[in-house]
């Protein structure tokens, strides 16, 4: 027994220098080479620098974490466009770098188009990287009605795109990271989502293992799985708006779908313009296609409707919070 303990650890001494070597060829290869001027421009006109190979190999935490080492900008630009009508209920959006506004200064982003337009507080919540994994967390997390400092909310907006789908299974191991490699991950009980982590998650900061796990779920995502995925979104809008409601008892939950790297065909066909949709709006949600309900290209990089990258434009954000204010009387 003691041998055998002996050869893991020797294959894990093994192991984690050869991974470390495939963290520092990625980064060369995705980060340098394959970047253009007009990308270090646009990052330089952010603020934004390169990351190295040991931040990302180093920085593989739980999404609770790195939600709490957050914690100190929630209250900035970026994260809250105040209002000083008090009577009118706030807003709390969720979702990836297209929630948060990845590129836009402070007032291009959608928390900000819609506060300037309703007069209503609203909370920017949207993490790059992330999905439903993390709104379920959020929905369930104490420490998020802590930091939102208003009782009076009555709207939730999700931004969706197809890359989810995805994301439902690898941020279970971190698999999907930008700055940090954050991990949370559930597990369907009895009807029920379970968070659930298991010994995969954490040795999935090896980057060799979250090859191999990512590989596997790649393969496994697939048209043939599509009601079972379908069946899997439906549950996690559910239980988030289900958590919601036992603080905001009226809340309404709006999600803005972007076909934004659509990917397989069948995803488009099987997901994004399937009946799920239609079965949340009979629960109560609103759902937006945003290819469909903006009267404009809304991959027109000319008019700011999309940036160079693909993530929305301040046109785009302009546009869908206008139709939001009319449509729902905000």
Known sequence: MKKIAINIIVCFLLIIPFDFCLEFIDWFRNEILNISIEELKEYN?????LVSPFHYTLKHISFEEYYKNESKNYSDDRRITRSSNHNKGAIIIFGDSFAYGAWLDDNETLNYQLSKLTGRTVYNRGFSGTGLNELLFLTRYNDFYNDIDNNNVSLAVYTFIPEHVFRMYWSKYGILGHIHFTHVGYTVKNGMLVEDNNIFTYLSALKIVRKIIKSY??????????????DAIFLYFMS?????????????????????????????DKIYNSKLW???????????????????DIFNVEKGYILIDNHPGPKLWQDMSLKLKEDLDL
């Open 45 to 49: 006109k952010h603020g934004i620098n």
């Open 217 to 230: 779920y790649d393969n496994k995502i697939t048209e043939k799985y599509s009601q079972n995925i379908s």
């Open 240 to 268: 988030a708006r289900n958590e919601l409601q036992k603080r905001y008892p009226n809340i309404k939950f709006v999600i803005l779908k972007h076909p934004h790297f659509i990917g397989d065909s069948w995803l488009y």
């Open 278 to 296: 239609k079965k949340l709006e009979d629960e109560g949600f609103y759902i937006y296609d945003m290819n469909t309900c903006i009267d404009s």
